[in-house]
């Protein structure tokens, strides 16, 4: 019994606790989420950013493996940033896979795909090459590869998911009629 007791450790049930709020939260605050059947993972300090997307069929990065907890097979979701929010678990949801799975989310991601402007596609070539430039992203796949996995997903979620200061001056009138009918299909305030 006195062995149980020495594995016990308060801060790991505290921080499995957030965790679980964290994804009941997202599950509560966003009806959508509600019926997806999600993998959850809670690792505080784990990784970069604030969370990772995992496609079921991808077992992560050398860098950042995919955790067994998250079996293969589903949607997963590692969190790493104890800042993380409700929508922000919603957000990777819908921008990584979501947006291949549901016609309407679908339709309305290759939309704003294909609306934007040669300044939008120069911000993103302007992220890229920060990306690759520091270390701390340890980018080294290629533009095409990185602007459909990290780029597109990211410049979707800014002003969707509220992840960006002052979107509208990011976003041409169009897109934000487009993302306003991604929002209210969500559930977003």
Do not use: C
């Amino acid at each position: 019994m006195a062995d149980e007791d020495e594995d016990f450790n308060p801060l790991d049930a505290l921080e499995n606790e957030r965790g679980n709020n964290l994804f009941e939260s997202a599950l509560s605050e966003y009806p959508y989420l509600a019926d997806k059947d999600i993998a959850f993972q809670y690792s505080p300090g784990r990784g970069r950013g604030f969370l990772e997307f995992y496609q079921p069929d991808e077992p992560g990065s050398e860098e950042y493996p995919r955790p067994p907890s998250l079996p293969m097979g589903k949607p997963g979701i590692e969190v790493f940033d104890p800042k993380t929010r409700p929508i922000d678990v919603l957000a990777d949801y819908v921008s990584h896979y979501g947006v291949q799975t549901d016609p309407f989310l679908g339709e309305k991601y290759g939309a704003f795909a294909e609306s934007l402007t040669p300044e939008q596609r120069q911000r993103l070539l302007e992220q890229y090459d920060y990306y690759k430039k520091n270390p701390q992203y340890n980018e080294t796949r290629p533009y095409a590869e990185w602007e459909k996995s990290v780029g597109l997903p990211g410049y979707f979620r800014g002003y969707t998911f509220n992840q960006w200061e002052r979107p509208e001056e990011l976003y041409v009138p169009k897109q934000l009629e487009l993302l306003n009918e991604v929002r209210k299909y969500l559930g977003i305030k």
